[in-house]
């Protein structure tokens, strides 16, 4: 994968695996490395050829900058400055540093984590984007060495680091598809909370952090349209500072509106399109792109797709997301080939659309409709009953994840969840779901797309991001300004359905949710014909069937036998009964799907081993 992994400590006997790193760290072949080794620090960087660049940069004697990511500008004031594409990211970075301090995270924009190191002072800063959306890895080793990763997998690897599975969070893990705020399943290894600066003195062997962001809620008095025309201005300066016009764009295009609205604004890139086969969403994406002049590209599944992907998408599995939900894993050729950058819509459902909230639900003939509504989470014991799940029976001494999410979630002057902080429950109940980002149940989706190639995400722009937190609550759940912004720049686009609702984006909203029901009961009892019974008219085929029609699993399911005797509380017997169940059409796909990327991750085997 593409990132870092460092030890500094204050001694001079220090030891990485080197050559585990480089494997991780250039898991293709392709990436560009950079090493640093001192007597007390090591570290390792590595990047797609199209963000690479020397570092460490030097920001003054013995200070030393490391970033990863993407850096499109920074603020100071009021006013803000683009990069300038001839200056590096670190370079960037030294330059602020050495006139703001610390402070000069708070002012930059982009998708990032970086490294500082004080080689005299023997001081290390870790930090983080507004939202965590590149997480750092924290661990502590048995002579308080600090180690700080990118990639978890890696940590256990570290001979100075003892750690093992924790029950509470590797349970959330399975029941989640994550563990929530700063925590991970590994004992003693934590995540650098978002918009935050990590400082670590290793002679006082010491810690500090300060939080240099917080998502305050500010709703703005604005009518409804001049909040989209401002949606539409800041996004096209985000998309803008995205795009270099010398090199070859990809989009990742679906049928619905977050990725057309980047064709709405810059339509000289090939769009991608993944699928099992030509059905109603592919069909719709290719008709997005014909209609924007855009090349259009079927990344089609077959049917050994998932048993190619199951062993690099667990090793690069940070215990977000399940193995499946690295979409795009097995199209790393096609799509580098084709493009030098690949543009991704995600993440405006969770900062633009009622995706935020909890919503008033009832039933109709066994079917679940939400209302455009918010539910009325005013107790912090109503929210642990809407976010609490039934544990597989496979795993023991826990029936609920209740008792989890008790020992994890206080309420002081503010509520903390999982670590991190909140202001007050309404703050908890909007923004926990993407403040860290890491909490986003489609994050793997996103970080796993960052390994295949360089990537760039216009709505985690900060400005989109800020923005969002001006925008009155009833537009996000009565309103879609993602359909409205493209109706108003591309009315063709427009006129297109949405594969949700199957309504064209410029219908008003009550239409497309009216619609978006009606289909959801049409699939259900009135199915479209598929070439095969374990594919569908979305993206994703039924997993569950998979399971079902042999196409995936038995091999995979005895491959694992071996690690899945070391995860805690994992009852084996009751695992492969369940496994039984959901191929004979019973039972939740999701709760093999968990096992089977733990099954498959390095560092169960590593830890496994190491405590065997």
């Not at 703005?220 to 803008?240: A, D, G, P, Q, T």
């Amino acid at each position: 994968m593409v990132g870092f992994s460092a030890l500094f400590s204050s001694q001079t006997d220090i030891e990485s695996p080197k050559n585990l790193i480089n494997d991780h760290l250039c898991w293709t072949g392709n990436e560009i490395a950079y090493d640093y080794s001192g007597e007390k620090a090591e570290v390792s960087i590595s990047f797609h050829e199209y963000f690479s660049e020397r570092q460490p940069v030097t920001a003054r004697e013995d200070v030393f900058i490391w970033i990863w990511g993407d850096l499109k500008g920074y603020e100071i004031g009021d006013k803000y400055q683009s990069r300038d594409e001839s200056m590096g990211k670190a370079e960037l970075c030294t330059k602020l540093y050495n006139k703001f301090g610390l402070d000069f995270v708070s002012k930059l924009n982009g998708e990032f984590a970086g490294i500082i190191y004080d080689r005299q002072s023997e001081i290390v800063h870790a930090f983080t984007d507004q939202l965590g959306s590149r997480p750092i890895y924290v661990a502590r080793g048995d002579d308080n060495e600090l180690v700080l990763s990118t990639q978890i997998q890696l940590i256990p690897e570290y001979s100075s680091i003892t750690t093992s599975l924790n029950e509470a969070y590797l349970c959330e893990y399975i029941c989640y598809n994550r563990v929530f705020g700063i925590h991970t399943p590994f004992e003693g290894v934590q995540k650098i909370p978002p918009g935050s600066i990590l400082t670590f003195d290793l002679q006082e062997q010491g810690q500090q952090q300060t939080q240099y962001w917080y998502p305050s809620l500010k709703p703005c008095k604005k009518s409804y349209n001049e909040i989209v025309r401002e949606f539409i201005e800041i996004f096209r300066k985000s998309l803008h500072e995205c795009i270099d016009p010398r090199k070859n764009y990809g989009l990742m295009l679906s049928g619905g509106s977050d990725s057309r609205l980047i064709l709405s604004i810059y339509n000289n890139l090939i769009s991608f399109h993944i699928c099992d086969w030509m059905n109603r969403e592919a069909r719709l994406a290719q008709r997005v792109a014909d209609t924007a002049n855009s090349e259009f590209h079927l990344l089609q599944r077959n049917d050994s797709y998932y048993s190619d992907i199951i062993n690099i998408s667990s090793n690069i599995n940070n215990f977000n997301g399940f193995f499946q939900e690295g979409h795009a894993l097995g199209f790393q050729e096609e799509v580098t080939n084709n493009v030098d950058v690949m543009l991704l819509g995600m993440f405006s459902d969770a900062l633009f659309k009622d995706h935020l909230f909890p919503l008033k639900e009832f039933n109709i003939l066994n079917n679940m409709v939400f209302l455009p509504m918010k539910k009325e989470v005013d107790t912090l014991d109503k929210y642990l009953n809407l976010m609490s799940k039934s544990v597989p029976d496979y795993y023991e001494d826990f029936d609920t994840t209740r008792e989890i999410l008790e020992d994890n979630i206080s309420s002081n002057n503010k509520i903390n969840h999982h670590g991190i902080n909140y202001n007050g429950l309404s703050d908890l109940v909007q923004q926990a779901s993407y403040y860290p980002l890491t909490n986003d149940p489609d994050y793997f989706h996103y970080q796993s797309s960052l390994q295949l190639a360089p990537h760039r995400t216009p709505f985690l722009d900060k400005r989109m991001i800020e923005f969002h937190l001006t925008i009155p609550n009833q537009y996000r759940l009565r309103k879609d300004i993602i359909n409205d912004a493209i109706s108003i720049l591309d009315s063709d686009l427009a006129k297109i359905p949405h594969s949700s609702t199957l309504t064209p984006l410029n219908y008003p909203y009550f239409v497309h949710w009216i619609m978006n029901n009606i289909r959801k009961f049409k699939e259900k009892y009135f199915p479209n014909d598929a070439p095969r019974p374990y594919l569908t008219d979305s993206p994703w085929p039924d997993y569950s069937k998979l399971l079902q029609y042999d196409i995936f699993g038995d091999r995979e399911i005895e491959t694992i036998q071996e690690n899945i005797q070391s995860l805690p509380n994992v009852d084996v017997s009751a695992f492969n009964h369940l496994y039984k169940e959901v191929s004979d059409g019973s039972g939740d796909w999701q709760d093999v799907y968990s096992i089977l990327t733990l099954g498959y991750m390095p560092a169960i085997n590593t830890i496994s081993k190491y405590h065997s």
